[in-house]
């Protein structure tokens, strides 16, 4: 009987491949030595060290173990077998402090506890996880520097990266450092976005023959110059082909150089040493292989009962395979495991995989026994699918929706019965979906749909379709999914067709399509929804506010209808709340969008919702910049991107934060941020991306005075199908028409403007439509109007940056009307608002105005405010902490740790010329 055993971890040839594999790596042990240092000091850092297999990332990781003998240190390795658990390597990793989760915050606590699986509670949002993981680290780093290294990073479950990369990219000020190896190619890709990046490269000649040399002394001359031409610089190459030369299982020619990948080479050396031995070493090897974990009582109980013995464990370990270390059975590289497996028969991994889920008992691996019989099955099976089934359902209550699509989706292949299979593969499309994998969620529904006639399930499976198709930006497709769905779901449910044509109004609204937007509201009549006055106020409005032939007053009184309606019969839900604000900036009513837009922020900050975060900061950022609140709204926008990015990169969700951060570089006049931030924008069918990229490069050319270009541009999206399309650029274009001496190229536009700010009831609408009567008309009429934009300026709910450039053009109106004394006056008022709001070209030119209206006393060079010297980050902290908060408090509203906001108040102070958190209190924070 095969029997556990330990010995010191330092010996072996792992021990040997870190003293060996850092010749030529002086460069690279250096910048993880500085990490650490900086760590000491209390700086955090993440890195990702890539390279193929055998480079050296293990040995590199394992220079920083050895020169962090002061730091706490947690350590886990990837393993496919385990890459569809969820937060299998996060537990791997948290092991040791698992007794440190209860001192978290309750929410963070408890969906931690869930996701591991230590106790029955709901694990919650994946990101709340992340934060608890964020914290957890942050609380551990108080007693002292902390090291966390994820080996074989691309093997590790994807609820445990999410986690693991939402804390790293978070860490600031705590002392932690997390270092994660993964291999560049012959691998899954492990994501990297917003973590720094070392990669390895092959060894040069001198430092592979210092290798060879201290390694395999005993070569001759051309073998080891042969050796040294078929490594091509990998380490791990260096140590095993002169092994494998010795056993025979490798003849060295030196006029011939293999064309195999040197991955491919060294997983064939270690496969030629596997055939060589006895067939119950080879047993024992892959049954190692096929369980994925290190854990040995399992993996010897299966071996023992296939015949292995104690021989065969202490020959793999002499061939440097396998080795046992504290009860953990490891093989010596990954590779000798792809080697094991791969190398292996149909009917020998069946039959080892069949052991091993006879050898799995206790209910706690419930999972793991069920892929095992799952990798076994050789055919339909309804008892392992129903299996499977319930590791899904356990996964969903943990969170993991990554492997919960994974399990519905084997399940499904393993269903006997069409109606079985085709529900499966829906489940598996829908968890795909939420967890942000629009791919694949659309290639299991297309699964489903094949297996399939049950209208309900394809009205399903077309509501998942259009969702996908929506994320994608593709919005006329999405709208077409929509439209399937509702006629295949309405018979037996009736809301959720509702629901489903509500959106399609708004799809085809957003690309202009109002024939379709006809369609559906023609179709929502005849199916006699319940809710199809809903389906027709969203038609009109499209209509109203989009169509160049629609009737404003009917588009606008419909989405007051909707505002007022929405959450009547229900509380509203987070994304209800988000809609309603959306509306009312829609409506101009920038001033409520501020307000809902906070409260729902908060609420999803505390309840950790972040599905909806990043809209909500979205549309905060933009009830913010209009508000004048520039700062803010470079956070908020700032923060919705990366929130976005993290959900899964949807382009739906990251066209308005990136919008936004271009609006406020082009109005700055940075032109090289303005076009970084764009060239990220992405495509979409209808040409919204083209809308983004044209409105702001647009605004752009008007800051730098680029006049002429600014018509041209903006022009053009006066020409697009969708009114609403243009709205928020038409006063640039009249300021740029009038300024180049093409107001006929402005006043079509402006018309549709002038009717829409007539119906909405806004003061600062019809400022503008002053505004633009005044440079578009004429000159003998253009001072009354002027007059009659700065009165509507002067109510409330105003936006200070276009009040700011009302003033700046009657100043310069007056001025060339030689009334130098009256137009003073506005030009101060114009320039000190540019200022405060960081807008450096325009202010310049209030200020160039001011002095040729003889204007001495003007400031000769822009002094930016305290507050403008604070970082976006920053300026949210001191805010927050101003109100009396806790850092941890502010930590769990921001997704920092508490010893990250002490940072950013510790750079706060001197810019703000105060010493203490009590000082805050005293100061206008709300300026910017």
């Known amino acids: ?259 195999l990948p040197t991955h491919s080479r060294i997983q064939r050396t270690f496969a030629d040493r596997i055939a060589t031995l006895p067939d119950s070493t080879r047993t024992l090897l892959l049954v190692a292989a096929a369980h994925g974990s290190c854990d040995a009582p399992p993996i010897l109980a299966a071996a023992t009962k296939l015949g292995s013995t104690m021989e065969d464990l202490e020959l793999a370990e002499r061939k440097q395979l396998l080795s046992m270390v504290d009860g953990h059975l490891c093989f010596r590289h990954p590779l000798v495991r792809s080697a094991t497996y791969q190398e292996a028969s149909t009917a020998e991994r069946i039959t080892v995989h069949t052991a091993l889920a006879e050898a799995i008992t206790s209910p706690a691996h419930a999972e793991r026994r069920a892929w095992h019989l799952a990798a076994a099955a050789t055919g339909p099976d309804e008892k392992i699918a129903a299996a499977l089934e319930e590791v899904a359902c356990a996964g969903q209550a943990r969170g993991g929706r990554n492997a919960v699509a994974s399990a519905y989706e084997r399940s499904a292949q393993l269903s006997p019965d069409p109606d079985e299979k085709a529900r499966r593969f829906q489940a598996a499309a829908a968890a795909a979906l939420a967890a942000g994998q629009l791919d694949r969620a659309d290639a299991l529904a297309a699964e489903a749909a094949s297996n399939t006639t049950d209208p309900k399930l394809l009205g399903r499976l077309a509501h998942i379709n259009a969702h996908v198709a929506y994320g994608h930006g593709n919005t006329m497709a999405s709208y077409h999914g929509w439209v399937s769905a509702a006629r295949e779901v309405a018979p037996h449910a009736n809301l959720q067709a509702s629901y489903m044509l509500f959106h399609a109004v708004e799809a085809a609204w957003m690309a202009g399509n109002f024939a379709a937007v006809d369609e559906v509201a023609e179709l929502a009549t005849s199916m006699k929804l319940r809710n199809a006055p809903r389906v027709l106020a969203m038609a009109r409005v499209a209509h109203g506010l989009g169509d160049r032939h629609g009737d404003v007053a009917d588009g606008v009184a419909a989405l007051r209808e909707l505002i007022a309606t929405t959450g009547r019969s229900h509380e509203p839900t987070l994304q209800d709340r988000a809609t309603i604000a959306w509306w009312h900036l829609l409506l101009g009513d920038h001033t409520t969008a501020l307000d809902l837009t906070a409260s729902l922020v908060a609420d999803c900050r505390a309840t950790g919702a972040m599905g909806v975060l990043p809209r909500a900061l979205a549309l905060q950022a933009k009830a913010q910049l209009y508000s004048g609140h520039h700062r803010d709204a470079a956070a908020s926008a700032t923060e919705a991107l990366r929130t976005a990015e993290e959900s899964g990169n949807q382009p739906i969700m990251i066209g308005v934060p990136l919008s936004t951060l271009a609006y406020l570089a082009a109005i700055g006049g940075d032109e090289k941020r303005c076009l970084e931030l764009l060239s990220k924008l992405p495509g979409a069918d209808d040409g919204r991306g083209i809308l983004l990229l044209d409105g702001a490069l647009g605004v752009l050319d008007l800051t730098l005075g680029r006049n ?221």
């Open 708 to 928: 002429e270009s600014t018509v041209d541009r903006l022009a053009e999206l006066a020409n697009r199908r969708n009114r609403m399309d243009m709205l928020p650029t038409v006063t640039d274009l009249v300021e740029a028409a009038s300024r180049s001496g093409q107001p006929e190229r402005a006043r079509e536009p402006f018309g549709w403007f002038t009717a829409f700010a007539e119906h909405i009831d806004q003061p600062w609408a019809m400022a503008l439509v002053e505004r633009g009567r005044a440079l578009l008309g004429p000159d003998a009429e253009a001072e009354q109007h002027f007059i009659r934009a700065v009165e509507f300026h002067n109510q409330p709910g105003d936006r200070p940056f276009e009040r700011a450039r009302t003033e700046l053009l009657y100043g310069e109106w007056l001025r060339r009307s030689r009334r130098r004394s009256d137009a003073r006056g506005h030009l101060r008022s114009a320039l000190d608002t540019f200022e405060r709001l960081g807008v450096t070209p325009w202010a310049e030119r209030a200020r160039t105005e001011l002095r040729a209206a003889g204007d001495s006393q003007g400031p000769a060079a822009l002094r930016p405010e305290a507050l403008s010297q604070l970082t976006p980050q920053e300026l949210q902290v001191v805010r927050l902490a101003a109100t009396g908060m806790t850092n941890r408090d502010i930590g769990a509203q921001l997704f920092l740790s508490p010893r990250t906001v002490g940072y950013h108040l510790y750079k706060a102070y001197p810019k703000l010329n105060i010493a203490s958190r009590g000082e805050l209190a005293t100061l206008d924070l709300q300026a910017a």
């Open 1 to 259: 009987m095969l029997a556990t055993r330990s010995r010191p971890e330092t010996s072996g040839p792992e021990a040997d491949t870190v003293s060996h594999m850092l010749f030529g790596r002086t460069q690279e042990t250096a910048h993880i030595e500085r990490l650490l240092d900086e760590a000491r000091q209390g700086r955090s850092q993440a890195l990702i060290v890539r390279g193929e297999a055998g480079i050296g990332k293990s040995a590199l990781l394992g220079h920083a173990l050895t020169a962090a003998d002061d730091f706490r240190q947690l350590r886990a390795i990837g393993i496919e077998a385990e890459s569809e658990l969820p937060y299998a390597h996060l537990h791997m990793l948290l092991h040791p402090v698992l007794h440190r989760i209860d001192a978290l915050p309750k929410r963070q606590a408890s969906a931690l506890r869930g996701s591991l699986g230590l106790s029955d509670e709901t694990s919650g949002d994946r990101f709340m996880i992340g934060l608890a993981v964020l914290t957890l680290l942050a609380e551990i780093a108080d007693e002292g520097p902390v090291l966390c290294v994820v080996d074989d990073a691309h093997w590790i479950d994807r609820e445990s990266a999410d986690a693991l990369l939402f804390a790293a990219r978070r860490l600031e000020a705590e002392g932690v450092v997390v270092l994660f190896g993964a291999r560049d190619q012959h691998a899954p890709a492990f994501p990297s976005h917003g973590i720094a990046e070392l990669d390895l490269s092959n060894l040069d000649d001198e430092a592979a023959a210092q290798l060879l040399a201290e390694y395999a002394s005993d070569l001759s001359e051309p073998a080891r110059r042969q050796v040294i031409a078929e490594a091509v610089g990998n380490p791990l190459a260096l140590r095993e082909l002169p092994v494998a030369q010795r056993e025979g299982q490798l003849t060295l020619d030196p006029y011939r150089v293999s064309a």
